[in-house]
């Protein structure tokens, strides 16, 4: 259902708030650029440490910016069941295309419990339910088995499968075709996960490279292997230097950096220091994003 680039959109903030001005620019650059979807509210956009109020109008805002021209799929996980529901609920009722649902974190439940948790969100919506596996951020790794069980759920349509673990998405993939829409979680890996079956990308870099990423999936939907790892290769210092430091640390500076939205980010969250921020801009230039910011 959802294939392509999809990017995990940030949330620009200014003086402790949502930066609505920044956010709706952030928006039209992705409509601009042919991006497929924007996903708000995710790891990427400090969905954390946003309020209740703010998470819902920060998707409430994205699906009206929007207006249909691509999808919003909602970050709406969290490590309650009940509030997930609940975020699910108003994702639907505000209009967005589907709902980006991460394992619950520091809970640690079992795959019994993940299997579970999701089958309960996606049976108290009618509504498009992609998976979340991130273990590096919430401590508990959904396994091969649990997503073959949760294609069988009615409205579970895919997985963000950020393990890197290019076995474990060809084993998915072998076992649920395309049943289960197959997306990476990881930019540096995104040209080998469509080479095991995958199906798009959720992209960080997209945020500010959106054509570059784009580049990579056009190449690869024609057929050009080679001109695909190209584009690939050109992007692996911008897609390590933008996990340098925890995202979205480095992206929401390189975003500052084009001009884009502040480099505001919230506690726990610290700014990106200096030297990792020349790593950054050096990639940056390298790419050419600020004469294409220019233009």
């Known amino acids: 259902m959802f294939k392509g680039v999809y990017t995990a959109l940030i949330t620009p903030f200014k003086d402790g ?31 954390a440490t946003l309020s209740h109020e703010e998470h819902r109008s920060v998707i409430r805002f994205c699906v009206e910016r ?18 997930s529901v609940e975020l699910t609920r108003h994702a639907h009722e505000a209009g967005a295309d589907g709902a ?24 108290s919506v009618d509504f498009p339910v992609v998976l979340y596996n991130v273990p590096g951020r919430t401590a508990v790794d959904m396994t091969a088995d649990t997503v073959v069980r949760l294609a069988q759920v ?34 540096a890996t995104f040209l080998p996960f469509l080479a ?22 056009d ?23 933008l996990f340098c430091e925890t995202n979205p640390i480095p992206i929401k500076a390189a975003a500052a950096m084009l001009g884009l939205c502040t480099p505001e980010i919230r506690l726990p ?6 030297d990792h921020q020349n790593l950054v801009r050096g990639a940056m230039t390298a790419l050419g994003l600020f004469e294409s910011c220019k233009n």
């Open 17 to 47: 708030s949502v930066d609505w001005d920044a956010l709706g620019r952030l928006l039209d650059n992705q409509i601009k650029s042919g991006i497929a979807g924007v996903i708000p509210c995710g790891s990427t956009g400090e969905a």
């Open 66 to 83: 929007v207006n249909k021209r691509i999808h919003v799929i909602a970050g709406t996980g969290s490590n309650s069941t009940r509030e």
């Open 100 to 123: 980006l649902i991460i394992t619950p974190y520091y809970n640690k439940p079992t795959q019994e419990g993940l299997v579970q948790h999701y089958t309960k969100i996606a049976e």
């Open 154 to 187: 009615k409205g579970i349509v895919g997985i963000k499968e950020a393990t890197a673990n290019l076995e474990r998405a060809a084993v998915i993939h072998q076992r649920c075709g395309d049943r289960m829409t197959l997306l990476s979680g990881d930019d």
């Open 196 to 217: 095991v079956g995958g199906h798009g990308v959720i992209s960080v870099t997209a945020n500010i490279a959106p054509g570059h990423v784009l580049g990579v999936w």
């Open 219 to 241: 190449a690869w939907q024609q057929g050009d292997v080679t001109l695909a790892r190209m584009r690939h290769e050109k992007l692996l210092d911008i897609n390590r230097f």
């Open 269 to 274: 969250l610290t700014p990106l220091t200096q």
